[in-house]
């Protein structure tokens, strides 16, 4: 093929088959401050629109009344940087299908996920809040006590998890007198402390070097 003034261009590669990206648009949050997530994305790419590089090396395209569009990404990459948005002070929409699922099975290993997967049609319907069943397990490794308040200590155990009174998490560990990473308490334990953890995961030493 010749196209006048620009010389010889090659014939485009044949596919053996059709290539596609799939797309996964989330209305997951009522309005996100894109100011923000600019600020705090360490995957930034452009402002208009706000992209962002995902962990996995996809990318998404975030829009100021709350939707998200994930290009190509993985279900765990979709569900760390939806975490990530809550972080940066999004407030999430209402999602009942998932907290119905979170109550069915609790926070399970990757594994024990993965089997239930392959029979449970309800999983399959929400991939995404699959995923959030494998991001809020320990995978076994340390324990997970939550201190939510409004909810009861039968719901939180029912998950998984050990529970503790919002009054007395506040009393032990007052957020007004810890400090970013290790802090020793009066009794001698020692408790690494993060502010914000879903931010503090995806943020460099540089930028929590103020907090």
């Not at 360490?42 to 994930?70: E, H, I, K």
Request: glycine fraction near 10%; proline fraction near 5%.
């Amino acid at each position: 093929m010749y196209d006048e003034g620009v010389g010889e261009v090659a014939e485009p590669a044949a596919l053996d088959e059709p290539a596609y990206i799939v797309l996964t648009a989330v209305h997951a949050f009522e309005r996100l401050d894109l100011r923000v997530i600019a600020a705090r994305a360490d995957g930034w790419l452009s402002s208009s629109p706000t992209t962002v590089r995902l962990a996995d090396g996809s990318y998404c395209v975030c829009m100021r009344y709350g939707v998200v569009v994930f290009v190509g990404s993985s279900d765990t990459a979709r569900e760390d940087f939806l975490e990530f948005l809550g972080a940066c002070g999004a407030e999430r929409k209402s999602q009942p299908e998932v907290d119905e699922l979170i109550r069915k099975y609790g926070y399970l290993s990757q594994s024990e996920v993965l089997d239930l997967y392959k029979t449970e049609p309800d999983m399959q319907d929400i991939p995404h809040g699959t995923a959030h069943l494998v991001h809020g397990s320990s995978e076994g490794r340390f324990t997970i006590t939550y201190a939510p308040g409004g909810l009861s200590r039968e719901e939180i155990e029912s998950v998984g998890y050990g529970h503790l009174s919002l009054e007395e998490a506040l009393e032990r560990y007052n957020p007004d007198v810890m400090k970013d990473g290790w802090n020793e308490m009066p009794d001698g334990e020692r408790v690494f402390y993060i502010s914000t953890p879903s931010a503090g995961l995806w943020a460099t030493k540089e930028k929590l070097g103020d907090r």
